[in-house]
């Protein structure tokens, strides 16, 4: 019996000829999903097949289970055929519902497919991620192995080598990397696209390099089992075939995103399956063709399951199997999906700042990440930012929790996400231009995998101020409102930084908290007392009143909340009773509070980001949708800030507290 983890230093004979049995349906299988689909990548699934099944079936169960990402996700077809073999997945259901609208078998590989524990498709992030993995088990406390397979095409992206440099840095000899080096990609060859030298890569960054025959199940298996006993990162370049087992696309690039023509895949079908089993299902047909690929069916009677019957995968696959030789290993375990419930987070008890007091939001937010330190085993990733995003506080009370990612952000969004999903309360923290604006696709993948990162973005807004515009993140809302599973918090001060940084740790899902630079004063009610202090507890979605009035409203969000709150003060002193609302959650818009704001028939928003995709936008889509009559303004940037402190800033942009006042008068018809 084959051992799990690849134990034992070579693979069993009985297991070699099971494998190639195994791998030579799932070929024919690979060719009846992208045919029958009319679209796919053959090529890469083909090669990559042996090493997707060699993978599924030998990595280890117990104690804890391996990871397996796959970085070249357009390589499907060939991940479910494995999984099929290997009892992840009904063989009939991969074969059938291929890139079928409504089923889990998309055409780049989804978690919602069993076995698959990453969704990925854009090229170049898989590494990181199983960084992240190999990295969690430091704070889990799990013994485990990563294995993150790539498309040597992908290693043009420069965030493989941030991966290579960080794995090799941290000593994640738990991880391994195999590289499916077929030497073409969509357009040609890979050394004519674009030079490269991957061992080389990977052996200047410190890992060790084996390379082998990505067809021999002998050669892979003993480079997998050395790979488990080594004590840096691993990679293996497996030289493999695009096309591989298939003669007539063998070699080919044109078949890394073409499929066969149904006359072509049959031919090929009945070449391959000569001497092997044949497929025991209906081969779906071709959308738009009249022509079907024909059933192979010479070995007895089908069986038939009822509609309303509920079979598991492994039931089904021995079916396909019986009288055939079995896999000898133990059959795997379906994956759980980590990371999606909220973990059991002790939040402490909140601080309070003093009325009167000026605190950076971003200084409350590394105290309050230094308090949850202390009661909870969470990380926090730094990009060699500690000192202005206030990871220095959580480094000086629990030095081993902050880990240092270098200037390597597109991997460190994707590394949070590793580490999210397997479990650990993960933090990122850096300057909003770069944790959203530069990373945006990676949260974006963090959000097609539900991970439960935690992105503290610092510096946002033209409260970055002398750094000027390229460090002006001002489109962070209008970001995070692209993605479906993203909560953004712009707390109004220290306090309610304090309290919405406690609420998000114990959130599931991935949350962001958005702040400024500059020291803000402590808001207050009318009466002078802190308005987020004390018994304050900050709920996702609900709006505050910060100043009452039945005049109008400024509606605002963040850093501009002090300056709101100065502007109507000094119209009330004028006789106007002007109303400020603070909306700290502006992708969940609190409907109540807004609707009465509008009551007063007259509103403002007013906010340090993009005016035509932040607050504003927001707050004027609800009012047409509710079909509300008041007259509405909205204040925001209009082009990119200069370099200057932050209140010549915003008065060049017309958002100082005169500009304000002016703004609300004229809303009104009032005369100064």
């Known amino acids: 019996m084959v051992h799990r983890g690849f134990e034992a230093p070579t693979l069993a004979d009985a297991?070699?000829?099971?494998?190639?049995?195994?791998?030579?349906?799932?070929?024919?299988?690979?060719?009846?999903?992208?045919?029958?689909?009319?679209?796919?990548?053959?090529?890469?699934?083909?090669?990559?097949?042996?090493?997707?099944?060699?993978?599924?079936?030998?990595?280890?169960?117990?104690?804890?289970?391996?990871?397996?990402?796959?970085?070249?996700?357009?390589?499907?077809?060939?991940?479910?055929?494995?999984?099929?073999?290997?009892?992840?997945?009904?063989?009939?259901?991969?074969?059938?519902?291929?890139?079928?609208?409504?089923?889990?078998?998309?055409?780049?590989?989804?978690?919602?497919?069993?076995?698959?524990?990453?969704?990925?498709?854009?090229?170049?992030?898989?590494?990181?991620?199983?960084?992240?993995?190999?990295?969690?088990?430091?704070?889990?406390?799990?013994a485990y192995h990563v294995y993150v397979v790539l498309g040597d095409g992908e290693h043009q992206k420069g965030q493989l080598a941030e991966a290579q440099r960080f794995a090799a840095h941290h000593g994640l000899a738990n991880l391994t990397a195999v590289v499916d080096c077929n030497g073409l990609q969509a357009t040609g060859a890979t050394r004519d696209i674009m030079r490269q030298d991957i061992a080389a890569e990977y052996a200047v960054h410190g890992w060790q390099v084996l390379e082998v025959d990505g067809h021999d199940f002998n050669a892979l298996y003993a480079a997998l089992h050395q790979s488990r006993t080594a004590n840096q990162p691993t990679a293996i370049l497996a030289r493999t075939v695009m096309g591989k087992g298939i003669a007539c696309i063998e070699g080919q690039y044109a078949f890394h995103g073409q499929v066969l023509s149904p006359e072509a895949c049959r031919a090929a079908l009945e070449t391959m399956e000569e001497g092997t089993e044949k497929w025991a299902g209906e081969t779906p047909a071709i959308p738009g063709r009249t022509t079907e690929l024909p059933l192979q069916i010479d070995t007895g009677t089908p069986r038939s399951y009822a509609a309303d019957e509920r079979v598991a995968n492994r039931a089904a696959l021995e079916t396909i199997e019986e009288g055939t030789e079995k896999w000898a290993g133990e059959t795997p375990a379906i994956p759980g999906r980590t990371g999606e419930l909220p973990l059991q987070i002790d939040t402490g008890t909140p601080r309070s700042y003093a009325a009167g007091e000026r605190v950076?939001?971003?200084?409350?937010?590394?105290?309050?990440?230094?308090?949850?330190?202390?009661?909870?085993?969470?990380?926090?990733?730094?990009?060699?930012?500690?000192?202005?995003?206030?990871?220095?506080?959580?480094?000086?009370?629990?030095?081993?929790?902050?880990?240092?990612?270098?200037?390597?952000?597109?991997?460190?969004?994707?590394?949070?996400?590793?580490?999210?999903?397997?479990?650990?309360?993960?933090?990122?923290?850096?300057?909003?231009?770069?944790?959203?604006?530069?990373?945006?696709?990676?949260q974006r993948l963090n959000d097609i995998n539900r991970t439960p990162v935690k992105l503290i973005a610092t510096h946002c807004g033209l409260d970055v101020g002398e750094d000027g515009k390229t460090h002006q993140c001002i489109d962070y809302i209008g970001l995070f409102a692209n993605l479906f599973g993203w909560r953004l918090i712009v707390p109004a001060d220290a306090n309610q930084t304090d309290r919405a940084l406690r609420w998000m740790a114990g959130?599931?899902?991935?949350?962001?908290?958005?702040?400024?630079?500059?020291?803000?004063?402590?808001?207050?009610?009318?009466?002078?007392?802190?308005?987020?202090?004390?018994?304050?507890?900050?709920?996702?979605?609900?709006?505050?009143?910060?100043?009452?009035?039945?005049?109008?409203?400024?509606?605002?969000?963040?850093?501009?909340?002090?300056?709101?709150?100065?502007?109507?003060?000094?119209?009330?002193?004028?006789?106007?009773?002007?109303?400020?609302?603070?909306?700290?959650?502006?992708?969940?818009?609190?409907?109540?509070?807004?609707?009465?704001?509008?009551?007063?028939?007259?509103?403002?928003?007013?906010?340090?980001?993009?005016?035509?995709?932040?607050?504003?936008?927001?707050?004027g889509a609800l009012l047409a949708e509710e079909s509300l009559p008041c007259a509405f303004r909205r204040l925001g940037i209009t082009q990119y800030g200069a370099s200057g402190p932050p209140d010549d800033l915003y008065r060049l942009q017309g958002l100082d507290v005169d500009s304000l006042i002016d703004q609300v008068r004229q809303l009104l018809e009032v005369a100064p």
């Open 15 to 142: 297991d070699y000829v099971t494998l190639e049995r195994m791998a030579r349906a799932a070929r024919c299988d690979v060719l009846r999903m992208t045919t029958g689909a009319g679209s796919g990548h053959p090529g890469g699934a083909l090669s990559s097949l042996d090493i997707f099944l060699l993978l599924f079936m030998g990595a280890a169960l117990t104690p804890a289970r391996d990871r397996l990402v796959i970085s070249h996700g357009h390589t499907a077809a060939g991940v479910y055929a494995a999984l099929a073999q290997a009892g992840y997945v009904a063989r009939e259901d991969a074969v059938a519902q291929f890139r079928r609208c409504g089923t889990p078998f998309e055409g780049h590989v989804t978690s919602a497919v069993p076995g698959v524990e990453w969704s990925s498709g854009n090229l170049g992030q898989g590494l990181s991620v199983g960084c992240g993995m190999a990295l969690a088990c430091r704070f889990t406390g799990q």
């Open 360 to 442: 950076a939001n971003r200084a409350a937010c590394g105290q309050t990440l230094a308090d949850l330190a202390l009661l909870n085993p969470l990380v926090a990733l730094d990009c060699d930012l500690g000192a202005s995003v206030k990871l220095d506080l959580l480094a000086a009370v629990a030095p081993d929790r902050v880990i240092q990612c270098g200037i390597q952000e597109h991997h460190t969004a994707s590394l949070a996400g590793g580490l999210a999903k397997s479990g650990v309360l993960t933090f990122f923290a850096d300057f909003g231009v770069f944790a959203i604006g530069e990373t945006y696709n990676q």
């Open 507 to 619: 959130a599931p899902g991935p949350v962001a908290l958005a702040m400024g630079r500059s020291a803000l004063p402590v808001l207050t009610d009318p009466a002078g007392a802190a308005r987020f202090a004390g018994d304050y507890r900050f709920e996702y979605g609900r709006a505050d009143w910060l100043r009452e009035g039945a005049d109008a409203v400024i509606i605002t969000c963040g850093t501009p909340a002090g300056r709101a709150v100065n502007a109507a003060d000094r119209l009330r002193a004028d006789g106007l009773a002007v109303g400020v609302l603070n909306i700290s959650c502006p992708l969940a818009l609190d409907r109540k509070a807004l609707l009465r704001a509008a009551a007063t028939g007259y509103l403002i928003t007013y906010e340090d980001h993009h005016v035509r995709t932040g607050l504003g936008a927001l707050v």
